[in-house]
């Protein structure tokens, strides 16, 4: 299995564990105006100038790569850089101590895969990855990244803002498999999903991910999380039909999430159909 490298910038080349590298003429992006949309997307809401986005543009490499386990050994190859998922799907997640792949999370074209790896000693991926798909990643030199963030305070933003971001994800995972139980994480990770599509009601989310996934993400069983879905199906908090799920009670939902801030109506209407888990579950 070979992994291929088209630079856009100057044609290079490098063993990555027996990759194979090709190189388009020098200054040229495979992506045009393709990749600064993607770019534009992956800044967002920050607006870094035109001018920075064509200069990361025309610097970015990128990989592609079959579906599999990720080949790169590390964020800082070729280069030390940013790294976004410029075509496929990739599930990011962490080996169990059986050295099993734990999905925590997929991510889609214009999300970022790792953009803080490449600055630790020594450079490592902060998370494991798979690629569900054929995958094209492109790598945004932290070279690159300073020097134009040196005359756009926008991309300066932009760069805080999403390192803070992944800080405040995994602190987030991390408190929610700690200190919620079972149907608190489950409705934290619906009300997480449901960010950004306004007021409507009811709120309507497609489940993407299999159910196995959904489950390793919150830290518990298929088996466990569809009891848990089932009795919030049950309470009247949410309707399942196939993959689309229905939020009938939005409010009920945020009182199951953070019971000892919002209450407790849902907690007692879900008491009437059993129990389905503890923080350890």
Known sequence: MSTCLVSSAAPFARDLAAPEFT???AGRSPGGDGDLALLRRAFAPAQPS???LDLLRTHSLVLRQPAGPLELSSPAQPVPAWWLLRR????????NEQGGFVEQRLIGPGEWLDVAGATASPAAWVEDAQCRTDVELMALPLSTLYNACAGDSALMQALGDLLSARVRGLSRT???VVTADVPARLARWLLRRLEGQGAAQPARLVLTELKQSIAAQLGTTSETFSRALRRF???GIVQVQGYEL???DAQALAEVAWPNTRGGRARRSLATFGRVGTASS
């Open 50 to 52: 035109a001018a920075s």
């Open 174 to 176: 991390l408190h929610d």
């Open 233 to 235: 199906a049950d309470a």
């Open 88 to 95: 496929g799907r990739v599930a990011l997640g962490w080996r």
């Open 23 to 25: 190189a388009p003429e």
């Open 246 to 248: 229905t939020v009938l």
